[in-house]
């Protein structure tokens, strides 16, 4: 809604709107990384404080928490390495689902090349990268629950 507003105003400085959309996917992406990071640091200061987390040996729990965010899981199941590529695919899909619903994206394409070969272009690589992280986040709360249920066998 604001888009024709930050529009103009990028124009002032001489800002068309393809490096603005630029600017600020890439600024989104930092937001991403900073954001997985800080879940990475969470859980290694929680274990510089209390020790190793072995997971909680829960099937169900961690099922389920991987099907509502992706990663979160792996991270019940002590897994950090596997929540950190879940999480980043989770952040990439609602992302470009933003990006692909809410922004002008589409438009600049358009703008940028008449013949409209980027725009099919664009289109068909969203829906694989959509297509892959629906995929992972299957795969993550099949991952979740099947290393919940091996190791508290292995507990038992």
Not at 51 to 73: E, K, N
Not at 99 to 106: D, G, K, N, T
Not at 111 to 131: H, S, T, W, Y
Request: with cysteine; proline share 3%; glycine share 6%.
């Amino acid at each position: 809604m604001t888009w024709d507003r930050i529009r103009t105003f990028a124009h002032l400085f001489f800002v068309n709107e393809w490096e603005l959309m630029l600017y600020a996917s890439s600024i989104d992406f930092c937001v991403i990384f900073f954001m997985i990071y800080n879940v990475a640091q969470a859980y290694r200061g929680a274990e510089a404080h209390g020790g190793r987390f072995d997971g909680l040996h829960r099937p169900i729990v961690s099922g389920l928490a991987s099907l509502f965010v992706p990663g979160w899981g792996q991270l019940l199941n002590g897994q950090l390495g596997k929540a950190v590529f879940f999480l980043f695919s989770f952040f990439v899909q609602v992302y470009l689902v933003v990006l692909y619903r809410l922004s002008p994206f589409f438009r600049i394409l358009a703008d940028i090349e008449p013949r409209q070969f980027l725009l099919n272009r664009a289109i068909k690589i969203g829906m694989a990268v959509l297509f892959v992280t629906a995929l992972s986040w299957l795969m993550s709360t099949y991952d979740a629950f099947l290393v919940a249920r091996y190791t508290r066998r292995i507990r038992a």
